[in-house]
Every structure is written in structure tokens, then in C-alpha cells.
């Protein structure tokens, strides 16, 4: 069971980079342990892939019908004039994300510390150039707009049980108060880059009272514009990271079938604390995966991946960089031991009952393949949709 575990481990972050862009070996990062995710909406969003994706896992249509079809979503873009279809790259980068990760408070009453630094910050570039001169004016007319929606208030009304002075209340709500953003108005120009102050009571009640200075920057040349938002040092430095590496979403464009990626680095003092860590004991989520794979575990120095769409399949790789070549020898043989063990269980599995689905069909784990080269291990497998989660594909939602 534990070596199952591990196998479903690589599988987990492999289908994990489903969610996380080509750009990161030019990427800023703030950081030497800040982990980069990133996806290319425009390439993926409309894909004849997703849209199979999406009718495969009724569960996950729903979730995207219900983001993409939300009134307030769709109003800001038009607002905006920026489509999250047609975005280039979204990318979320997390500093220090293995120690922020291990300050993570484990229930919302927990230590909210951890984010008293703000150690995210989000970048958004997209195809055409959109005058930061603008953004206040456009960001009030839909801040200004119906919290509710009308078809919302009809039913409301049809429905008896909410009361004439309510109902009206409720129509004249606006979906922000102007007095949270109204700072915004005061925008700061810093060389090519236009920043805008975000009051903290817009973004979350912990944070209102928390002295951080959350920052939206806005650059807009070359065909295109690029958005950060994040603490202001940190988008200064990424603006300033831009200028050096005249980072052109145009050249990007193109070059790879690449949808998705993410850059997870690990440092050797930090594992060693995760290693004593709840995290690690026998019973904690990490526990069959430390006693799995052993101290090679604590040898992984970075966990990266890429997926493309290439003949209507998904290919997703996976590649764990470690401190030496017998570290990366070691997770390999367990790796290969795992996947051999898995594929045993399933073969008996079809033979002693062909109707059973197994939870990871011989098909799906005959096209993992597992190499290491150096001090590093590539796991590589492809997949249709129907393939990546069978288990669950075609449930109807209750």
C-alpha cells in the first residue's frame, strides 16, 4: 500500500501540472525557493482537449461553467476588455514556498503569520495593449454595478419569503463599496510601469488591518500588457526583471505546445526539518512517501514538469532533480518497482474480474515511463481524458 502511494505521488504531480507556462527558464522569481506555476489559457481553454475534459468530468464542467458563466466574471471582462480566454499567461509565484507551505495554518482559525509578508504574486499578460490611464474608470463602472442580478431578484421576488423593503435593498447593492477602492484613483508611474495601491478591505477581512502594501502594476507595450499583482517591492522587481530580459509575450508565442508548467525548488535545510516534521511520521501525508523512498527523499532539490496537447492526448513531464546520482538512482529503482507492482495488481485485477474498473487501468500505467540520467529522474506518460481519472468519468452529478 505504501508503495502504491508513492507510485500515485508521481501521478498526482504529473496531472498537477495541468494547472500550473514555457516561460519559466526566463521567469522572475523572488527567490531562490519561490515555486512557479503557470498556464496559457489562450491555448488550452478552447482546446477540442478540454472541451472532452469537460464533458468526461461532469463535476469539473460544472465547476468551469459555473466561473466562466458567473455574471460578475463576465461583466469585468467586458469591462476590462480582457478576456481570461485569451490571456497568454497566467502565472502564481510563491516565495519561499516550501517554508510558507510548512507555516501553512492548518484550519482557518489557525496562524494566519504566514501571510502577514504576502508571499504571492500573480502575473497576467495579455495580446493587446490596454491603457493603464483607463483601469480606475473601467474597475468603478463594474465595481459600481448590481451585486445581484436581476434574474437573481425576480426569483427572490416570485419567491414570497423575502420581503418588498429586502428585495429592494438588494437591487440597489453595488457589487464594492467605493469608499474600499477609491484609493486606487491615485496612481504612480514608475518608468514604463503604472502602480496601483489595493486597499486591503477589498481583498480579504484577516488582512484588512494587516501594513501590507498590495500592489497592482500595469504595463502596457509591444502589442501587449502585462499585469502584477503582489506586495509593491516584488513587483517592482518584476517589472525591473522585464526590462533586463525584454521579455516579449510576442516571441513566446508559438514556439512550443506547451500549456502548462510549474518549478517547485527544495533546499537541503529545509527537508531536513521536514524530515522531523508531523508532516513525515508514519501517519502524517507524508509519512508512506518518507518511508518509501528514504532519505533519498530528502535529496530531491527540485520537483519541475511541463504539459503539451499533441495528438489529442495530454503529455505530461515530470522531472525530479537531485543532489547526486545515487539519490536519483534510487528514487528511479523504486519508481520503476512501484509502477511494476502496480501493473501486476491490475493485470490480476482484469483477469479475476474483466468488469471491475480498477482505480489505475493497465493501459494508463503501460505508458508511464520512468528514466534517470545524472542526478536526475524523467517521468513521462500521455493520456486521453477518459484515461487520466476513468474511475470517475461520465458520473452524473447528484
Known sequence: MRKLFTGAFFLILGFFQNYSNALIAKQWKPDDGAAIFSIKPNQVLESSYLLEVLNTYGFIGLAYSNFTGDPHIIALQN???????????????????????????????????????????????????????????KFDRWASGPFYHQSIIE?????????????????????????????????????????FAIPMGMLDQVLQNKELEITLGIRAEKGASTFAFGRRDKVL??????????????????????????????????????????????????????????????????????SAIMGGRAHLDLTLRCADAQSAQAIWSIGQATLGMAQLTAMRQRMKNPQTQPLLPLEFLNKIKLKYLGNEVFVHFDASPVELFPWVANKKIP
Open 155 to 195: 426569483r427572490f421576488r416570485k419567491d414570497g419569503s423575502t420581503t418588498a423593503e429586502e428585495i429592494d435593498e438588494m437591487s440597489r447593492k453595488n457589487r464594492l463599496k467605493k469608499e474600499l477602492y477609491a484609493s486606487m484613483q491615485n496612481s504612480e508611474k514608475v518608468g514604463k510601469t503604472t502602480m
Open 237 to 306: 522587481a518584476f517589472f525591473d526583471h522585464e526590462s533586463q530580459f525584454n521579455t516579449s509575450i510576442s516571441e513566446e508565442n508559438g514556439k512550443d505546445q506547451q500549456f502548462a508548467s510549474f518549478s517547485i525548488p527544495f533546499d537541503e535545510e529545509t527537508l531536513q526539518k521536514l524530515k522531523t516534521s508531523k508532516l513525515s511520521e508514519p501517519n502524517g501525508p507524508l509519512g508512506p512517501l518518507a518511508i518509501s523512498l528514504g532519505d533519498a527523499m530528502y535529496q530531491i532539490r527540485e520537483v519541475s514538469g511541463t
Open 79 to 137: 469591462e476590462m476588455g480582457v478576456q481570461i480566454k485569451d490571456a497568454t499567461e497566467v502565472s502564481l509565484v510563491m516565495g519561499n514556498f516550501l517554508e510558507t507551505v510548512q507555516n501553512m495554518p492548518v484550519s482557518t482559525s489557525g496562524n494566519f503569520k504566514v501571510f502577514e509578508d504576502f508571499p504571492l504574486t500573480m502575473i497576467l499578460r495579455v495580446n493587446g495593449e490596454i491603457s493603464p490611464d483607463t483601469i480606475f474608470e
